[in-house]
């Protein structure tokens, strides 16, 4: 398979809002599922037959078709579509009738529209990204072990053999034998085979999906994303609704957000109540984020100002001086800040201004956060604590540089402070591991037991800090930039100037 048919394919089912995800669909038994699960396995059974069966997969390309890996694709893209489904909808994993119809429906309006073979692609590339991960990491593992399953954990060993015969079949892995006993070890081309998987899956933003509903078998009780963020800054949305008013709306002004997520600041924090008479369009990178915001509003029965529309905040797609406002809420360091000002503030009108929300640059070199985490330091390899993270927020001046590159004149500023509030071990934890990009990417390329022992650790770190330290002293106080800046009158003209 060429890097471009999976890039593809990936972009393909992050559009129809269906998760891949061998490791969601195996990860919960039948006891979490009840009674679904019988349900969920006949109508996977049943797009089998009508989409998966050899005659649908009509391909030139090198990826060879199995029956078996068929089979699973389609059974596990379909439970893990309806878990994902069933807990945006009731915080719960039950998979009631509504929400297997759903699922059925996604899966099935991409089997009609686009095809099998996509699907097929995109869930070979990421079961081999999965094979492939722990030998990168511990490059080779004795056979036994292989076969039990406990570096894949939760893939079923039975699923493992099928995918490690193809693997040896086309040297991406090899056996070794060392005094009789038998390894497997990753070969020079498995390594090329998941760097350039690994970076694609990055690149589209689909590992950090992944990563981020790992928390339904990582941790013992699932909470999603958003839950645990209020938790730990319970102070968030209050800022993103003084943000809102801070930005003195008129309701006329047409309004783009850029990087929107699932419509916090949109839907919860009231932006697109404020400009009633005009518009908002909401741009994410994220097709499944975008989704659950559509689904947000179309159940809110209002907000007819609203679209929801996928765009790459550094390659914005609308034309020049379009906006009155464009905003964006913690866009950084999900994007990159220069080129994404740039592009914001080349769509707003001349007079317009780009107004930014954003968290910054946070010492945490307080001694509760080292007794806590100092496993995480040590894997990162950062020394100095978390201040020596690549960049993970920006500096407040950062910040005002950018807009001011872009040939924007910053005309008001608001700094404040918000609390975090480090008292949940489990939230907390799954926060910091699933809650920033630069970590959450690093351990998701952690063997399955060696992340459950790094989590672990942390729980355990995480009650013994709750008891020596008094909350008083486990609370954080994060650094909050509100920062507007107006695009000169007379940039149209100079623009048709040099046109002419």
């Known amino acids: 398979m060429e890097p471009s048919e999976f890039q593809l394919a990936i972009e393909q089912i992050m559009r129809f809002g269906i998760v891949v995800d061998p490791l969601l669909a195996n990860a919960l038994g039948p006891r979490e599922w009840d009674a679904g699960l019988t349900r969920a396995v006949a109508a996977a059974d049943s797009l089998f037959a009508r989409y998966g069966t050899a005659e649908h997969y009509h391909s030139a390309s090198e990826v060879p078709y199995s029956l078996v890996i068929s089979h699973l694709c389609l059974q596990e893209t379909f ?86 015969y193809i693997a040896l079949y086309r040297h991406v892995l090899r056996l070794r034998y060392d005094g009789g006993a038998a390894k497997v070890a990753i070969s020079r081309v498995g390594t090329r085979t998941y760097d350039w998987l690994h970076d694609l899956l990055v690149q589209t933003g689909y590992l950090r999906h992944r990563v981020q509903l790992s928390f339904m078998y990582q941790f013992a009780a699932a909470v999603d994303g958003d839950e645990v963020a209020r938790a730990v800054w319970p102070e968030m949305r209050l800022f993103r609704q003084s943000f809102v008013n801070w930005m003195q709306l008129e309701e006329r002004f047409r309004v783009l957000e850029v990087a929107c997520g699932k419509g916090q600041l949109t839907l919860d924090a009231g932006l697109a109540r404020r400009v009633c008479s005009g518009s908002v369009t909401a741009t994410d990178k994220s097709s499944l984020y975008l989704m659950e915001a559509k689904d947000r509003l179309t159940q809110s029965g209002d907000c007819g100002n609203v679209r929801f529309e996928r765009a790459l905040a550094e390659q914005l797609h609308y034309r020049d001086n379009t906006y009155d406002v464009a905003c964006g809420s913690l866009l950084l360091p999900d994007v990159d800040g220069r080129r994404a000002v740039a592009e914001m503030a080349r769509v707003v009108k001349p007079g317009g201004t780009v107004a930014l929300l954003q968290t910054c640059q946070l010492d945490f070199r307080t001694q509760f956060f080292r007794d806590w985490f100092e496993p995480v330091f040590q894997l990162m390899g950062w020394n100095n604590g978390w201040t020596a993270a690549p960049n993970h927020h920006p500096m407040c001046d950062e910040v005002a540089d950018d ?30 591991v699933s809650g920033s990009n630069f ?15 790094l989590i672990a650790e942390l729980m355990d770190r995480g009650r013994d800090v709750c008891r020596k330290y008094p909350i008083a002293e486990r609370r954080v106080r994060l650094p909050v930039l509100m920062i507007e800046a107006r695009k000169p009158q007379g940039t149209r003209r100079r623009e048709e100037n040099d046109d002419r």
């Open 79 to 164: 439970l893990a579509t309806a878990i994902m489904l069933a807990h945006r909808a009731n915080q719960q994993l039950l998979l009631h009738e509504r929400v297997l119809e759903q699922a059925f429906d996604r899966l099935e309006n991409f089997l009609r529209d686009v095809g099998f073979k996509p699907l097929y692609d995109a869930y070979y590339g990421i079961a081999g990204h999965d094979l492939l991960e722990p030998l990168i990491y511990c490059k080779e593992i004795p056979m036994a072990e292989f076969s039990h399953g406990a570096k894949h954990y939760p893939y079923p060993p039975e699923n493992l053999d099928a995918f490690l």
């Open 403 to 432: 807009l001011q590159a872009a040939g924007l004149v910053v005309e008001r500023v608001a700094k404040d402070t918000m609390t975090g509030v480090f008292d949940n071990p489990q939230l907390v934890v799954q926060y910091i």
């Open 439 to 453: 970590i959450e990417e690093q351990l998701s390329k952690l063997p399955w037991d060696h992340r459950n022992t």
